[in-house]
């Protein structure tokens, strides 16, 4: 009896016990849940995906005269993911026919304004544009496209995604979404059971995990709330938070978060999130113009972004796109016609190289940089900014391209020291100082170590034109000023004597300085440099925009200070800006996420050189390429072209530099090992090709300052610096003296010619100096220079 | 050696000789030619060389001395906007007048893009950035206006009317009378 009581009041306290644990254990989910609630229900409301700053190339801009060919216009159209159509009917079209393009320009959000969509209607004459009227034939003065995306800056490993509105998504794609991977999306609570245990059953018999019942939800929860590791545990969190968020919020919400959140590529270290970014990355368009076989492509890549790749398995991801489509037809989504014929068009992906997003490194890296002078690294990476950069992705593409050119072309040389050649092409917009494109090597890609703004080298000859101006800045030069081109040495601080040579070691005596420098020649600088002093010559580095001045030996006057392409480029817009520097920009301008205008550097000019000095120099450097050292650029070159610049060759060969210039752009090239090692190459041999050829393959305009008031044009012997006469063929120069100058007359040939039916001489008509001996004269254009 | 210092030293001359500024040089001289682009080839006339002081430094009351005809200042024809540029400098005034001054950089950076060269765009561009309270590049644009119009004085009016009031607003008050001044000689109303 009494044992029987016992194990009564056992069993009630056991009983109570037990309900006890289980209030406690409910007690503890209930926690849970409500913690897991809170933290969901927090993070979903205020959701603010981390969005990298976006960078955009600057815009074409559309307007009577500009020099855009109708063909060229196409290409441009293709690259921004335009469709060809038989008539532009929506944003994001056009039509070509001969020499008329109408285009259905895309309705873009820029710095200034939110421009419209709008159709316009182009009239091609050669390569210009010669009428722009809108669709009712009224004259638009100019009209810009929407700019090429170039990339994020997104943080190392880092996510990257453009989110897109539920107005910006094709309704396709939330139909399609649900039909493929959750059939009972708009019912279920977040979790669907049966779907659950068929995939178990599945993953039983395959002995494996293999398929997944997860809901769109909960492939949501799994982006959005958790890692990726599979535990039992991360499956019931990963459930419950499923549920709390469908009990949250609308499924419209839940529909348009995963459309933005979930994973679909990598791009190098980038992560591609969202088909916003998604639909840039494989079509080079917006979401919202995508058709039903891209769409279904998206939505086929959505079960293994890897797997599926359509760039690295294309056949995988053809034969999962047309899965997808019959099964959109199978249920009804679509028609089954329209996925016979959507199936049989091809993948439709751009080519790495046109998509635009991400392939210009080196120049992203400036912008990122130039950026973080007012930015914090979390504001680029995490506030979404929009940056509208200066880059020009046509000449980008053709610096990329003639660099490759060339280097492969001086391998096959079989040149000694020609294997493994790396370079680097900075291009700048003088006038304004604006960076237009950065090729920082053979490959586009690069680790961390941005050849042109981080690549210190001696920069040889380029340091000429620096030692020149420092003494025309004197007022006591001219261009016919004689410079002792003679042996010279100097001591070092150090005790050592320094020696240098010139080039070709030969010694030349009393030249003018326009002699000098257009053949580079060595000891003539040297001694210049000297009489007009070190100090002044560091000087005028500071004063071309060199931030740190350097120092004031005697082997700067040849060069040797170590800068990088940028700097150097930052000193020679200074020269090719007619002495203005501008600060040289990447970045235009920086809206916020609610397009508020945000700090962002400003076009900036200042007179730093003294006009007449710098324009004296500047026709000089157009001598260096008429006669001197730059001359073999001229093949490359249209006749007409006025170009100016300089070769630079670092000892031993190791550095061939050209830093030259037209009216509207410079180009600065360096070519060279990345270990330093002699090239075998002058600046002539190796820099100045891939100059050419790059000068030479786009539109530009003739270097044509305007000559100040004090002073004129004279014409003057090359080889004695005397005045004489135009037609004193080969020798005659002309050049800007101060007004009434006085000149000595030339004995052999006096500048009071008479009239005649002399041959026009061309300015880059090869030198020939009467008293010069043939070998002499051999040696003014073949010879190289350091 | 000799050669060398002879030369050095004339043309030191000549520099001393023709340091002054460049709005003073509309003063009696020989005809010249001005060939815009280097090498253009030769030109009709080749200016004869002056090896001794100046005309004007020569006062002969005696004999009168035929005087070289006056120096003509080359003339440019004044500077004008291409109608896309043109529809950009009125939509940044437009923006300006708003208050929307970043508005204002963009739609200029635009219209420069096409005409780097204009020398009215860097004016207005100087005339923004004297709203923008930013008067040392208000000059600098100013002063890039004045070298890319040499010849074209409305224009080098109204890039001196600029820098006079960036001196102005500076408080520099001397400069900005010379160059109030210049601008008022170069377009007399």
């Known amino acids: 009896m009494a044992r029987r ?54 815009p074409i801009d559309l307007y009577v005269g500009q020099t855009l060919s109708a063909e060229r216009l196409g290409f441009e159209l293709d690259r921004l993911g335009y469709l060809a159509l038989r008539a532009a009917n929506r944003p994001g079209t056009y039509r070509r026919r001969g020499q008329r393009v109408e285009v259905y320009v895309r309705a873009f959000r820029f710095s200034d304004e939110l421009q419209p969509a709008r159709l316009l209607k182009l009239g091609f004459e050669g390569d210009r544009i010669a009428a722009l009227v809108d669709a009712t034939g009224v004259d638009i003065p100019v009209y810009r496209l929407d700019p090429l995306l170039i990339g994020s800056i997104f943080p190392v490993h880092g996510e990257d995604r453009i989110v897109v509105s539920p107005d910006q998504v094709p309704a396709m794609l939330p139909e399609a979404l649900k039909a493929v991977e959750d059939r009972k999306f708009d019912q279920h609570h977040g979790v ?100 039903l076989h891209e769409v279904a492509l998206m939505v086929a890549i959505v079960r293994g972004p890897s797997y599926y790749d359509p760039r690295r398995h294309p056949e995988r991801a053809l034969e999962r796109r047309n899965l997808v489509l019959k ?210 010559v560091a000087d005028t580095y500071a004063q071309l925009g060199l931030e740190k001045k350097p120092n004031a030996y005697p082997s700067m006057l040849l060069g040797a200070a170590n800068l990088t392409p940028l700097e150097v480029a930052q000193m020679y817009n200074t020269l090719a800006n007619g002495g203005f520097r501008s600060r040289l920009r990447a970045v235009r301008a920086v809206l916020d996420e609610q397009n508020k205008p945000l700090k962002a550097p400003e076009l900036e000019v200042e007179q730093v050189a003294d006009a007449d000095a710098i324009y004296v120099l500047d026709r000089m450097l157009i001598e260096v390429m008429n006669r001197g050292t730059g001359r073999p650029a001229r093949k490359d070159l249209s006749q007409n072209l006025v170009v100016a610049g ?96 006085p000149l000595p007359p030339s004995t052999i040939c006096p500048p009071y010619s008479d009239e005649g039916d002399w041959p026009m001489i061309q300015p880059w008509a090869e030198p020939t100096d009467p008293r010069a001996s043939p070998s002499q004269q051999d040696a003014i254009i073949s010879k190289p220079e350091t | 050696m000799n050669l060398l210092r002879a030369s050095l030293y004339l043309c030191g001359l000549v520099l001393v000789g023709c340091a002054s500024s460049p709005f003073e040089t ?83 950076d635009r219209a420069l893009r096409i005409e780097p060269n204009n020398p009215l765009l860097w004016i207005e561009l100087g005339r923004l950035r004297m709203d923008q309270g930013n008067f040392p590049q208000a000059e600098g644009m100013g002063r890039k206006a004045l070298s890319m119009s040499i010849g074209d004085d409305g224009t080098q009016a109204q890039a001196w009317q600029l820098i006079g009031e960036s001196f102005r607003a500076r408080g520099r008050n001397t400069q900005a009378e010379e160059a109030l001044a210049r601008a008022r000689e170069l377009a007399p109303l």
């Open chain 1, 5 to 58: 009581k016992l194990t009564r009041r056992v069993r009630r306290q056991l009983q109570r016990g037990a309900v006890v644990v289980i209030l406690l254990l409910l007690l503890a989910a209930l926690i849970a849940v409500f913690s897991l609630d809170r933290r969901v229900t927090a993070q979903f409301e205020g959701r603010r995906w981390t969005l990298p700053a976006r960078v955009y190339a600057q």
């Open chain 2, 26 to 108: 509309e003063s009696v001289g020989t005809a010249r030619d001005k060939p815009q682009a280097p090498g253009e080839g030769p030109t009709v006339t080749t200016p004869p060389v002056i090896t001794g002081p100046t005309p004007e430094a020569e006062p002969s009351v005696e004999v009168p001395m035929p005087l070289p005809p006056p120096r003509e200042r080359p003339r440019a024809p004044p500077a004008t906007l291409s109608p896309a540029s043109k529809a950009l400098v009125s939509q940044a005034q437009g923006q300006r007048k708003r208050g929307d001054l970043p508005g204002a950089a963009v739609s200029l």
């Open chain 1, 646 to 741: 300089k070769t630079g060759t670092s000892n031993d060969y190791r550095d061939s530099w050209f830093a030259g210039f037209s009216g509207s752009h410079l180009l600065i090239v360096w070519v060279g090992h990345d270990d330093n090692s002699p090239t075998g190459l002058t600046g002539s041999t190796g820099a100045l090709a891939a100059w050419s050829r790059l000068m030479g393959s786009i539109d530009t305009s003739s270097f044509e300052p305007l000559m100040p008031e004090s002073l004129e044009n004279r014409w003057v012997d090359y080889f004695t610096g005397e005045e004489t006469s135009p037609y004193c063929s080969g020798v005659a120069l002309s050049l800007p003296f101060p007004v009434d100058a």
């Open chain 1, 192 to 291: 669907n059971f049966s779907a659950i245990l068929r995939a178990l059953f599945a993953n039983v018999r395959a002995g494996q995990v293999e398929q997944g019942g997860s809901t769109l939800t909960q492939q949501l929860v799994k982006n959005y709330f958790l890692d990726s590791r599979r535990t039992l545990r991360r499956k019931i969190e990963e459930a419950v938070m499923a549920v709390i968020l469908e009990a949250r919020f609308e499924k419209a919400d839940i529909m348009n978060a995963y459309i933005n959140e979930i994973y679909l590529g990598q791009d190098g270290q980038r992560a591609v999130h969202g088909f916003g970014l998604a639909s840039q990355f494989y079509f080079g368009k917006p979401l919202s113009e995508l058709e």
């Open chain 1, 327 to 536: 099964l959109l037809a199978g249920q009804g989504v679509i028609a089954v016609d329209d996925a016979r014929s959507a199936s049989a068009r091809p993948l439709g992906i751009t080519e790495p190289s046109r998509q635009g997003t991400g392939y210009y490194p080196a120049f992203l890296d400036l912008v990122r940089r130039q950026l973080r002078a007012d930015y914090k690294e979390e504001d680029l990476t995490e506030a979404g900014l929009v940056v509208f950069s200066t880059l020009d992705p046509l000449l980008q593409n053709r610096a990329e391209r003639a660099l490759t050119a060339e280097l492969e072309r001086l391998e096959k040389s079989g040149r000694k020291g020609a294997k493994g050649l790396e370079g680097v092409i900075v291009a700048t917009s003088p006038q304004t100082g604006e960076v237009t494109a950065i090729v920082g090597g053979r490959q586009a890609s690069f680790d961390g170590f941005n050849r042109a703004l981080d690549a210190r080298r001696p920069i040889g000859s380029l340091a000429k034109p620096m030692v020149y101006l420092a003494a025309l800045e004197t007022g006591e030069y001219s261009p016919v000023s004689y410079l002792a081109d003679e042996p010279v040495e100097v001591k070092l601080p150090n005790g050592d004597t320094w020696r240098p040579a010139n080039f070709t070691k030969e010694v030349n005596g009393p030249v003018p300085m326009v002699r000098a420098l257009t053949q580079s020649l060595n000891l003539a600088t040297v001694n210049l440099g000297l009489e007009v002093g070190l100090e002044r």
